[in-house]
């Protein structure tokens, strides 16, 4: 299994950033697909999760009404789409993978990819 995230870079705060997790080797309509994240110095952190139908969604408080998870199981994708970056938005994000049932937990989940680092200036 591999989940390969793409789509991250330098942006000003207030702008936007659309990240991209392709799956392969695993079809993401039987899992939970989640996004966490890591500052430097800091434990991976929770951002969002997105349940194998694409009914539920939960999110990270510092994100809510910012950030929209979504998924294309026909592309085998998962996407985050963030709005309004701050500085302390600054970090590397991870798609991760989980069977069910849905947890939050970076340590919880099954397959995890490399980070795509997002870099938010004041």
């Known amino acids: 299994v591999q989940l390969q995230a793409s789509g991250g870079g330098l942006v000003q705060a207030g702008g936007s950033l659309r990240l991209s997790c392709a799956a392969s080797?695993?079809?993401?309509?039987?899992?939970?697909m989640g996004w966490f994240r890591q500052a430097p110095g800091k434990e991976h952190e929770f951002v969002a999760v997105?349940?194998?139908?694409?009914?539920?969604?939960y999110y990270a408080d510092s994100v809510k009404g910012r950030f929209t998870i979504s998924r294309d199981n026909a592309k085998n994708t998962v996407s985050l789409q963030m709005n309004s970056l701050k500085p302390e938005d600054t970090a590397v994000y991870y798609c991760?993978?989980?069977?069910?049932?849905?947890?939050?937990?970076?340590?919880?989940?099954?397959?995890w990819g490399q980070g795509t680092l997002v870099t938010v200036s004041s």
């Open positions: 080797g695993l079809s993401i309509s039987s899992v939970a």
């Open positions: 997105i349940s194998w139908s694409g009914g539920d969604t």
């Open positions: 991760a993978a989980k069977e069910p049932p849905l947890r939050r937990a970076w340590v919880d989940y099954d397959w």
